[in-house]
């Protein structure tokens, strides 16, 4: 069974600062991708960045990288020099190639940015 | 290029009341799936398609039907609709079903069941 947890229900962090927002999951799939979207105040599901499981170099997008480690299972989103604009709801996602190729997601996190 | 596109935004209904949430995309992309959404629940997959005319089940599939007749659109149909169903339904496609294809989401629709 697929099972993505996210431990921290909502996250504070200061404006221009760094936060890790926290992602384990669990496959038996040999071959798997990971994404986080974000989630703001207006509902939408934006789509943020995409990791592979055979990915050698973590993968990056502007402010946001992931912090990829296939041994712990581990896929934590950062984002740097946090900006107002970054309050949101997280999710994390996975997709196996032998489950169906079904999306399967985390129950989110909330990230508030202080001003 | 509108993407994903989905109407109504906003929907109340009454218990036992039948409707049809619609969902298009212009991507040309052959997956394409409907997640409901609760509170600390995140999404949950409904039902599911990989192409035209071919469509699954997904985490809690009851109380709702699909069809894929074209590439472009998946509505979802609420058969007898029941207070449990409210909930904020999204629509997503993706290129294919690779793991490493990405799934777009449309804006969603607002349900409420009275």
């Known amino acids: 069974a697929q099972k993505i947890t996210q431990t921290q229900p909502g996250m504070f962090v200061q404006e221009k600062e760094a936060v890790t927002l926290d992602c384990t999951y669990d496959t038996s799939d040999p071959s798997y991708g990971l994404f986080w979207y974000k989630q703001p105040s207006s509902g939408e599901m934006i789509f943020l960045i995409y990791q592979g499981s055979y990915d050698q170099q973590n993968a990056t997008e502007g402010r946001y990288s992931l912090n990829f480690q296939k041994a712990r299972k581990s896929a934590n989103l950062v984002i740097s020099a946090s900006q107002l604009g970054d309050s949101a709801m997280y999710f994390c996602?996975?997709?196996?190639?032998?489950?169906?190729?079904?999306?399967?997601f985390g129950t989110g996190t909330s990230l508030t940015v202080i001003p | 290029n509108a993407g994903v596109t989905q109407t109504p935004k906003f929907q109340v209904l009454k218990t036992g009341q039948s409707m049809t949430l619609q969902c298009a995309q212009d991507?040309?992309?052959?997956?394409m799936s409907w997640y409901r959404q609760d509170p600390g629940m995140g999404l949950r997959l409904i039902h599911y398609s990989v192409g035209a005319g071919i469509t699954d089940q997904g985490e809690v599939p009851n109380g709702y039907n699909v069809s894929r007749s074209t590439t472009e659109d998946f509505p979802l149909r609420l058969l007898s609709a029941a207070p449990s169903q409210t909930s904020v339904y999204f629509c997503a496609a993706s290129k294919g079903a690779l793991s490493t294809d990405t799934q777009y989401f449309g804006p969603g629709t607002r349900l409420t069941v009275l």
């Open positions: 996602a996975m997709r196996g190639s032998n489950t169906g190729n079904q999306f399967y």
């Open positions: 991507m040309n992309h052959e997956y």
